[in-house]
């Protein structure tokens, strides 16, 4: 009899041990792919690279140029799809609205581009009184009087009020000839003047940005790498 127990118990170990350790390669192997699937923003907008990032998906309102190129942060991919929203709700009416590109998949250099290297940025097309012809395939350049002043606000209101959170909005490029319009616009409708003050601080100018903002995220409190 206490040999029948003893052979059942060493039995009851042998078959036992694999088990645990099935069961602890497998707890390391779910750790591995969590740690992997962080997504993060690694190095500077014109010198960086992006791990495991989030992808802009298609929607209604709004079209990707090159949707191979849209590719960022989860925090960058979420600010863009909610200023986006909120244009559309705000405007309903509104013509779809033209997205260009963020980063490639894994980031690094990217052509027709000295930045969107590290998934922070992006370019944004503008809005028209009277959606301009090949757009939304291509960027147009607008004037003062082809520039729709309320739904661009709106638009760039929208990135703005990130600007206290953890990789929100860090800066937004446009040309001053349209940025000097928003203003006279935002003024006469009477905006609120705190509102005016930030856009203000955050718009900057960039030649060949007629067409189109280009707006960049902050880096994150875990992004340690980025720049």
């Given amino acids: ?10 039995l009851t170990l042998v078959v036992a041990a694999p088990t645990a350790d099935a069961a602890k390669k497998k707890k390391i192997a779910v750790t591995a792919k969590k740690r992997k699937l962080t997504d993060l923003s690694i190095g ?11 992808k802009l998906p298609p929607g209604d309102g709004y079209f990707l140029r090159r949707p191979w190129r849209t590719y960022g942060t989860k925090t960058t991919v979420g600010f863009v799809r909610g200023a986006i929203k909120d244009t ?7 013509h779809v609205l033209a997205i260009g590109d963020i980063s490639q998949e894994q ?10 290297q ?20 291509a960027f147009v350049n607008a004037t003062a009087s082809t520039l729709d ?10 990135f703005a009020r990130t ?24 003024e006469d409708n009477k905006v609120k003047e705190s509102r005016i003050t930030i856009v ?22 875990k992004d340690t790498a980025c720049r």
């Avoid at 559309?88 to 509104?94: G, Q, Y």
């Avoid at 980031?107 to 969107?116: A, D, L, T, V, Y």
């Avoid at 590290?118 to 395939?137: C, H, N, W």
């Avoid at 203000?200 to 409190?221: A, M």
């Fill in 1 to 10: 009899m206490r040999a029948f127990v003893a052979a059942a118990a060493l």
């Fill in 44 to 54: 500077a907008p014109w010198s960086g690279k992006l791990e495991a990032p989030a």
């Fill in 88 to 94: 559309l709700s705000a405007f309903p009416k509104a």
């Fill in 107 to 116: 980031g690094g250099f990217i052509s027709e581009h000295h930045s969107h």
């Fill in 118 to 137: 590290s998934g922070r940025d992006i370019d944004v097309g503008l809005f028209y009184t009277k959606q301009p012809k090949g757009y939304p395939e």
């Fill in 149 to 158: 002043c309320a739904k661009t606000w709106k638009l760039i209101w929208s």
């Fill in 163 to 186: 600007q206290d959170e953890d990789g929100g909005v860090q800066m937004i490029f446009l040309d001053n000839s349209l940025q000097a319009t928003l203003y006279k616009w935002a």
């Fill in 200 to 221: 203000k601080r955050l718009l900057k100018h960039e030649p060949n940005h007629q067409n189109h903002i280009h707006v960049r995220f902050k880096c994150r409190d």
